[in-house]
C-alpha cells in the first residue's frame, strides 16, 4: 500500500479543554469551566493516557510538545511541571525540543510566565486576537488592551526568547486602519513570531447563530495586503498563510503539521496521526470530548473516540492540504518520506496546478504561486481523492 523507509518526525500535542468563558467564535473543545478545576486529576489522566500510547512509538524522539485548548494557562505552574517531568521520565526528547503553551492574557497574574519558564516551557502563544478593547469585548475576550500588552512584556520579563501573539483581522465593524493599528501595537512588542488570520464564522459556534457584521471580501483583501506589508517591512516574513516569523524563529511543531509529520494527542478531544512502517499504514485516532467522559475513561480504550486507516488518497490529499499552505512550498523528497508514496501519484492535479499559474513545479520542489495562495482553495481542490 504504502513503502515507508524511514518514519516522519513525532510531535506531542496536549489538549486542555477548559476556559474561562467560551468565546463566540470558537468551534475548539473548549468548555465553560464551572467548577473548581480539578488539576491533578486531569495531569493524571494525561500522563496514563501517553503510558496506554508508548507501545505505539517506542524508540522514536519527540521533537515538539504543543499545550493547547481550551487555555492551558488556566492549570498551575507546579501542574505544567508535574507533567513535563512526567513525560521526561518515559519519553525521548530531541536535544532542541520545542515546548509551546497557549496562555490567554485574562489568566496570567504577575510571576506565572517565569514560573512556567522553570517547569520547562520555552515557547508562549499568546491569544491576544486585538489590541481595540471594543473588539475584545465583542469577541467574548476576558482580557482588555493592557491586559495583552502586560502579557507580552511578562514573557519579555520571563525570558522567553521566542513567543507568538495571535490576532485576528476582519473582526466586527473593524477599519483598516484599526486593523493596522493591532498589527502595530503587536511589532512594538517584539515577538518573534506572529499568527495573523482572518475570524471566520463557524458552525456550531455562537456567531454562526448570530452572526456580526464583518468586513466585505474587497475591504478583507485591503487589510491582509496592507498588513502583510506592514509586517514585511519589519522583517516578519510569511512563511505560512497566517503565520510570520523574525528570522529562525518559525514554530517547529506547526511546521511538522504542515509538513504531515506525526504526532501524538492526548487530553480530551486530541486527535493523533502516526505511521506504522512495519504494516506500511498511517492510523489516526481521536479521544472522547467530553471532559468528565475522558477524565473516566483515561485508563481504558474508552478513551479513544474514533479511528481511521487512511488510504493512499486520503494520505495524498491530507499531505497536499497543508502542504501548499506554506509560502515555499516543500521537497519532492518530503512527499516520498512522509506519505510513503511517489510524488507521481498526484502528477494529474500537479499539471492541472501547473497550467493555471497556481503553482511553480520542478522534479525537486514544489511552490505554490502568489496566485495559487490567493486562490488557495481552488488549488486544493484539485487533489480531492475522487477529483
Same mark, same amino acid.
Given at each position: ?29 473548549? *468548555? ?36 493547547? #485548548? ?6 498551575? +505552574? ?26 490567554? +492574557? ?89 499568527? *495573523? ?14 452572526? +456580526? ?5 474587497? *475591504? ?9 506589508? $506592514? ?17 529562525? !524563529? ?21 486527535? #493523533? ?28 480504550? $474508552? ?11 486520503? !494520505? ?32 494529474? !492535479? ?38
Amino acid at each position: 500500500m504504502f513503502n515507508f523507509t524511514e518514519l516522519p518526525p513525532l510531535s506531542l500535542y496536549i489538549h486542555f479543554p477548559w476556559c474561562v468563558q467560551k468565546c463566540p467564535y470558537c468551534d475548539f473543545n473548549s *468548555h465553560e469551566l464551572k467548577t473548581s478545576l480539578d488539576e491533578k486529576n486531569y495531569i493524571n489522566a494525561l500522563i496514563s493516557d501517553l503510558e496506554q500510547e508508548l507501545p505505539l512509538f517506542w524508540g522514536r524522539s519527540i521533537s515538539s510538545i504543543f499545550m493547547g #485548548g481550551g487555555t492551558p494557562s488556566l492549570f498551575s +505552574p507546579e501542574s505544567i511541571d508535574t507533567l513535563i517531568s512526567a513525560l521526561r521520565a518515559r519519553l525521548t526528547f530531541s536535544p532542541d525540543i520545542e515546548i509551546s503553551m497557549e496562555a490567554n +492574557p485574562g489568566t496570567v497574574e504577575l510571576g506565572k510566565f517565569t514560573e512556567f519558564s522553570h517547569a520547562g516551557i520555552n515557547r508562549l502563544s499568546i491569544g491576544i486576537q486585538s489590541f481595540s478593547d471594543d473588539k475584545l469585548q465583542k469577541l467574548g475576550r476576558i482580557h482588555g488592551r493592557k491586559e495583552a500588552i502586560r502579557a507580552a512584556e511578562q514573557a519579555h520579563d520571563a525570558g522567553f526568547n521566542s513567543f507568538n501573539l495571535d490576532l485576528m483581522y476582519g473582526l466586527p465593524n473593524q477599519s483598516l486602519q484599526q486593523a493596522i493599528e493591532d498589527v502595530e501595537t503587536a511589532i512594538a512588542l517584539e515577538p518573534k513570531h506572529l499568527s *495573523h488570520y482572518q475570524l471566520t464564522i463557524e458552525p456550531n459556534t455562537f456567531f454562526h447563530h448570530q452572526p +456580526p457584521t464583518t468586513p466585505d471580501d474587497d *475591504h478583507l483583501w485591503e487589510i491582509q495586503l496592507a498588513c502583510q506589508e $506592514k509586517l514585511a517591512k519589519n522583517s516578519y516574513a510569511q512563511y505560512e498563510i497566517s503565520a510570520y516569523a523574525k528570522e529562525g !524563529a518559525q514554530c517547529q511543531h506547526n511546521l511538522n503539521y504542515w509538513q504531515f509529520g506525526d504526532y501524538l494527542g492526548i487530553g480530551a478531544g486530541a486527535h #493523533g496521526k502516526l505511521t506504522n512502517a512495519p504494516e506500511q499504514i498511517i492510523n489516526r485516532s481521536w479521544k472522547v470530548k467530553q471532559p468528565q467522559d475522558y477524565l473516566n475513561n483515561a485508563i481504558t480504550d $474508552k478513551r479513544i473516540s474514533g479511528r481511521k486507516t487512511l488510504s493512499r488518497n486520503d !494520505a495524498s490529499f491530507e499531505f497536499m492540504m497543508n502542504a501548499l499552505r506554506l509560502n515555499e512550498g516543500f521537497e519532492t523528497e518530503i512527499f516520498h518520506r512522509h506519505v510513503g508514496l511517489p510524488i507521481s501519484v498526484v502528477e494529474k !492535479a500537479l499539471k492541472q496546478a501547473d497550467e493555471k499559474n497556481w503553482i511553480q513545479w520542478d522534479l525537486k520542489k514544489i511552490k505554490p504561486t502568489t496566485t495559487g495562495r490567493q486562490y488557495l482553495n481552488n488549488l486544493l481542490e484539485l487533489f480531492l481523492p475522487d477529483n
